[in-house]
T-cell receptor
Framework: DADVTQTPRNRITKTGKRIMLECSQT?????MYWYRQDPGLGLRLIYY???????NKGEISDGYSVSRQAQAKFSLSLESAIPNQTALYFC????????????FGPGTRLTVT | LAKTTQPISMDSYEGQEVNITCSHN???????ITWYQQFPSQGPRFIIQ???TKVTNEVASLFIPADRKSSTLSLPRVSLSDTAVYYC??????????FGAGTRLFVKA
C-alpha cells in the first residue's frame, strides 16, 4: 500500500462549489504539506502543518483552508472553487527531524468549470 | 530560503552522463541542497541531498563547491526512463520549501 494517499484522484467541479481534497499517510510523520502545480510550472506551497495543532500558510493560501484531523490526515478545502484553481494538487509528508526529505502522494487533478 | 536558478531544459542520449547545475547565490548557512525528480502526473521523488563537497547514492552524485553558491547533480549513464523534471531546492529543516520550475531532461535513444 502507498505511504501517502490522496482522494479523490480526479475531480471535476463547478464554479462556486465547496470541495475537499483528502490526504492520509502511514509513514508516522508529523509534518504534512499541500502544494499545487500548474502546467509547466513547479510546485507552490499552499499550507503546511508541523503537528495537529500547528498549521501555517504557504505562498498561495488565499481561497484555501485546511484541517489536520489527526497526525495521519490533512485535508485541503476550496471554499468556493474558481476556474483558476484548476491544477494538480499534491500532499506531502516529512518527519520532524530535519524535515528535509518530503514524500509525495500521487496527486489530485482538479478541474473547475 | 535560497532562491535557485536552473536551466529550463536539457537533452541527452542514452548512456551519457548528465550534469545539471543549479545556482543558489543566497543560500543560508543552515540550508541543505536537495534534488527531486518528477515524472508526468506523479509527485516529486527525492533523489539526493547534501550540504557541501560530494554526496553519492545509488541514483546520482551531488557536487557542492566550498562557497556553496551552486551545486551539480550528476546522473551517470542515463536511460530513457530518466526523462523527467529535476528540481533543485534549498531546504532548511522545519521550514517551508520552494520549488522552482525545474529542469526538463529529455533522454533520446
Amino acid at each position: 500500500d502507498a505511504d501517502v494517499t490522496q482522494t479523490p484522484r480526479n475531480r471535476i467541479t463547478k464554479t462556486g462549489k465547496r470541495i475537499m481534497l483528502e490526504c492520509s499517510q502511514t509513514k508516522g510523520h508529523d509534518r504534512m504539506y499541500w502544494y499545487r502545480q500548474d502546467p509547466g510550472l513547479g510546485l507552490r506551497l499552499i499550507y503546511y502543518s508541523f503537528d495537529v495543532k500547528d498549521i501555517n500558510k504557504g505562498e498561495i493560501s488565499d481561497g484555501y483552508s485546511v484541517s489536520r484531523q489527526a497526525q495521519a490526515k490533512f485535508s485541503l478545502s476550496l471554499e468556493s472553487a474558481i476556474p483558476n484553481q484548476t491544477a494538480l494538487y499534491f500532499c506531502a509528508t516529512s518527519d520532524s527531524w530535519g524535515g528535509l526529505e518530503q514524500y509525495f502522494g500521487p496527486g489530485t487533478r482538479l478541474t473547475v468549470t | 530560503l535560497a532562491k535557485t536558478t536552473q536551466p529550463i531544459s536539457m537533452d541527452s542520449y542514452e548512456g551519457q552522463e548528465v550534469n545539471i547545475t543549479c545556482s543558489h547565490n543566497n543560500i543560508a548557512t543552515n540550508d541543505y541542497i536537495t534534488w527531486y525528480q518528477q515524472f508526468p502526473s506523479q509527485g516529486p521523488r527525492f533523489i539526493i541531498q547534501g550540504y557541501k563537497t560530494k554526496v553519492t547514492n545509488e541514483v546520482a552524485s551531488l557536487f557542492i563547491p566550498a562557497d556553496r553558491k551552486s551545486s551539480t547533480l550528476s546522473l551517470p549513464r542515463v536511460s530513457l526512463s530518466d526523462t523527467a523534471v529535476y528540481y533543485c531546492l534549498g531546504t532548511t529543516g522545519g521550514f517551508k520549501t520552494i520549488f522552482g520550475a525545474g529542469t526538463r531532461l529529455f533522454v533520446k535513444a
